[in-house]
T-cell receptor
Framework: DGGITQSPKYLFRKEGQNVTLSCEQN?????MYWYRQDPGQGLRLIYY???????QKGDIAEGYSVSREKKESFPLTVTSAQKNPTAFYLC???????????????FGAGSRLTVL | AQSVTQPDIHITVSEGASLELRCNYS??????LFWYVQSPGQGLQLLLK??????LVQGIKGFEAEFKRSQSSFNLRKPSVHWSDAAEYFC????????????FGTGTRLQVTL
């Protein structure tokens, strides 16, 4: 079945360490997204990529970095510059072709990062 | 900038009762509107979407939503709630031109009592 795989499901990090969250999709979607979710704040966009080798900052990109070397993969690195990294991170993808699929995000199951 | 308001943070209903979750959006253009549901510790699942046409849209799990342009609203409804509907519900909006960026509301947590 097609879908989005995020790993790891749970991750613990010491302060000052960088950590990379994996996101892989086999939906052949062009666009991929990273959202951060905190209680009571909904989903906030960190970075998104509409095509390989190109990505744009979202609303809260500071302290994060991404790459898009392959269509299927969009890893997120939470750097030590992120002041409050403990959160639930969601990866999503979207097809950019056709009205029926456009704008519809498909989500992974999420990764919970805890900074100790 | 586009924004979405879900005024109810937490709603409790009895099983079998009807449900309405409120969603209001800002911005003048014709929006693309969505409702997603999230179980604890999981990703989001699409319930239904509105792009154009009939303003009453049907979704999965017996949910429906009505787009009312005059009220800038897209409320989610279900005639009879089941205990398994307990979850968090998110409304989201997108627009032509910013189509790749959806804006989400802060969510409404639904509790169902037996």
């Amino acid at each position: 079945d097609g879908g989005i795989t995020q790993s790891p499901k749970y991750l613990f990090r010491k302060e000052g360490q960088n950590v990379t969250l994996s996101c892989e999709q086999n939906l052949n979607h062009d666009a991929m997204y990273w959202y951060r979710q905190d209680p009571g704040q909904g989903l906030r966009l960190i970075y998104y990529s509409q095509i390989v080798n190109d990505f744009q900052k979202g609303d809260i990109a500071e302290g994060y970095s991404v790459s898009r070397e392959k269509k299927e993969s969009f890893p997120l690195t939470v750097t030590s510059a992120q002041k409050n990294p403990t959160a639930f991170y969601l990866c999503a993808s979207m097809t950019t072709g056709g009205i029926s699929g456009a704008n519809v995000l498909t989500f992974g199951a999420g990764s919970r990062l805890t900074v100790l | 900038a586009q924004s979405v308001t879900q005024p109810d943070i937490h709603i409790t209903v009895s099983e079998g009762a009807s449900l309405e979750l409120r969603c209001n959006y800002s911005y003048g253009a014709t929006p693309y509107l969505f409702w997603y549901v999230q179980s604890p510790g999981q990703g989001l699942q699409l319930l239904l979407k509105y792009f154009s046409g009939d303003t009453l849209v049907q979704g999965i799990k017996g949910f429906e939503a009505e787009f009312k342009r005059s009220q800038s609203s897209f409320n989610l409804r279900k005639p009879s709630v089941h205990w398994s509907d307990a979850a968090e519900y998110f409304c989201a909006v997108g627009y032509t031109g910013t189509a790749s960026k959806l804006t989400f509301g802060t969510g409404t947590r639904l509790q169902v009592t037996l």
